[in-house]
């Protein structure tokens, strides 16, 4: 199960730090990642983190503004989003699986969503 929180309004240049709680998993055996779905669009990568939290990946669009990161022995990963953009508005979703790619097809356990609302 993943509990995803910290989403909000905010304005363009702000700042918020998504947490995703896990349980009922070995969390730190999974990748995790950050994806992201705006109304109308599809569900899109934004992050992910390996296992240990070694490697990590960026979609480009947030490269540079995001940061994933992990807590094992917290089983949470966080994602800390700066200098955000009206176009980063969408509900954001952790989730987990085995496999360190960018397809949301390949995650199989997913968090309810968390809205972050970016005004101009």
């Known amino acids: 199960q993943l509990q995803a929180s910290g989403g909000g309004l905010v304005q363009a240049g702000g700042s918020l730090r998504l947490s995703c709680a896990a349980s009922?998993?070995?969390?730190?055996?999974?990748?995790m990642a950050w994806f992201r779905q705006a109304p109308g669009k599809e569900r899109e990568f934004v992050a992910r983190?390996?296992?240990?939290?070694?490697?990590?990946a960026y979609a480009d669009s947030v490269k540079g503004r995001f940061t994933i990161s992990r807590d094992n022995a917290k089983n949470t990963v966080y994602l800390q989003m700066n200098n955000l953009k009206p176009d980063d508005t969408a509900v954001y979703y952790c989730?987990?699986?085995?496999?360190?790619?960018?397809?949301?097809?390949?995650?199989?356990?997913w968090g309810q969503g968390t809205q972050v609302t970016v005004s101009s």
């Open positions: 009922g998993r070995t969390f730190s055996t999974y990748v």
């Open positions: 989730a987990t699986g085995f496999s360190y790619v960018s397809s949301p097809t390949l995650y199989d356990y």
């Open positions: 983190s390996s296992a240990t939290g070694r490697n990590t």
